[in-house]
C-alpha cells in the first residue's frame, strides 16, 4: 500500500521559494509593503533591459533573469495574503471579460473607461 | 481504454490568458517591450496601495486585484519567450543560493555584492 | 553698453542636459516613450535604496545618484514636449489644491476620491 | 533704500510644494521611503500613458499632469536630504562625461559597462 501524493507546480515553487527564505531567516523583512517595493524594483530591472530599443532585440536570457525575480516576488506576496494563484488569475480573467467585451474590445487597445 | 490528459495550473492559466488575449485580437499588441511596460505599471498600482501607510493597514481585496495583473502579465510575456516558468523560478532559486549562501546571507537584506 | 543676460537654473540645467545629449547623437534615442521608460527604471533604482529598511538608514549618497538620474529625465521629457517645468508645477499645485481642500485634507493621507 | 530679492524658479517652485504639504499637515507621511514610493507610482502612471502605442500618439495633456506629479516628490525628495538640485544635476552631467565619453558613446545607446 502507498500513498500518491500530487502536488500542483505552483505549490512546488512557493514551498522552494519558502525553504529559500526561512533557510536565510528572511521573513523578517518580507513584509507586504517592502514585497511589493521589491516587485517593483525588478520589474524595472525587466524594463531596463527593453530601453532604447525595438523589442526584438532585447537580451532573452537577460529578460529570464529578471521576469523569475518578478514572479518570485509575486508568488512570495501570493503566499504573505494565502492567495491562490491559480484562483485569483481565473477570477480576473472573469472580470475582465466583463470589462472588456469582444465586440468593443477586439482589435483595439483602449482602456475599458475609453470603449 | 482512455486517455488521462493533466495539466498544470501554470498550463491552464496560460491558455486560458491566450484564448481571452486571442478573442479580443489583442497579440497585435503585446510585443515584449509592451508586456515589460504593463507590468511596470501594473506593479506601480500595486504598490500605491502600500503608500503612505503601514504594510498591515494595505487593503487586501485591492491587493488581490493589481497582483493578479501583474501575474498575468508575467505569465504572457513568459510565454511570448517561451518560458517555462516552474523551471525559470527553481533554476533562479539555485543561482540565488549561490548567490546568497545560508552562512553569510542569514538574518541580513545586504545585497550579494555587500555580503 | 552691455546686455545683461540672466538665466534660471532649470534653463541652465535644460541646456547642459541637451548639450551632453547632442555630443552623444542620443536624440535618435530619446523619443518619449523611451523617456517614460527611462524615468520608470531610474525610479526603480532609486526606489531599491529603500527596499527591507527602515527610511533612515537609506545610503544619502545613492539617494543623490539616483534622484538626478530621475530629475534628467524629467527634465529631457519636459523638453521634449516643450513644457515649462515651472509652469506645470504651479499649476498642478493649484489643481491639487482643489482636490485635497485643507479642511477635508488636513492630518490623512486619503486619496482625493475617498475624501 | 530698497532691498531686492532675487529667487530662483526651483527655490519658488519648492516653497510652494512645502507650504501645500504643510497647510494639509501631511510632513508626518513623507518619509523619505514613501517619497520614493510615491514618485515610482507616479512614474508608473506616467508610462501608461505610452502603453501599447506609439510614441507620438500619447495624450499630451495626461503626460504634462503626471510628469508634474513626478517632478513634485523629485523636489520634495530633494528638499528632504536638502540636496540643491541644480548642484545634484550638473555633478551628475559631470559624472555620467566620464562614464560615457564623446568618442566611444556616439551614435549608440549602449550601458556605459558595455561600452
Given at each position: 500500500m502507498y500513498k500518491f501524493v500530487f502536488m500542483q507546480d505552483i505549490e512546488i515553487i512557493t514551498q522552494r521559494l519558502l525553504?529559500?527564505?526561512d533557510a536565510r531567516?528572511?521573513?523578517q523583512f518580507h513584509n507586504p509593503k517592502d514585497l511589493a517595493v521589491a516587485l517593483s524594483v525588478e520589474a524595472g530591472e525587466l524594463l531596463e533591459?527593453?530601453?532604447w530599443k525595438q523589442p526584438e532585440v532585447?537580451?532573452?536570457d537577460k529578460v529570464k533573469e529578471e521576469l523569475a525575480d518578478v514572479?518570485?516576488?509575486a508568488f512570495l506576496l501570493a503566499n504573505k495574503?494565502?492567495?491562490d494563484i491559480k484562483?485569483?488569475?481565473?477570477e480576473k480573467i472573469t472580470d475582465n471579460a466583463k470589462k472588456y467585451p469582444v465586440d468593443k474590445a477586439k482589435g483595439n487597445a483602449k482602456k475599458y473607461n475609453e470603449l
Open positions: 525553504e529559500f527564505r531567516d528572511w521573513d533591459i527593453f530601453l532585447a537580451d532573452r514572479l518570485a516576488y495574503y494565502g492567495f484562483e485569483i488569475l481565473l
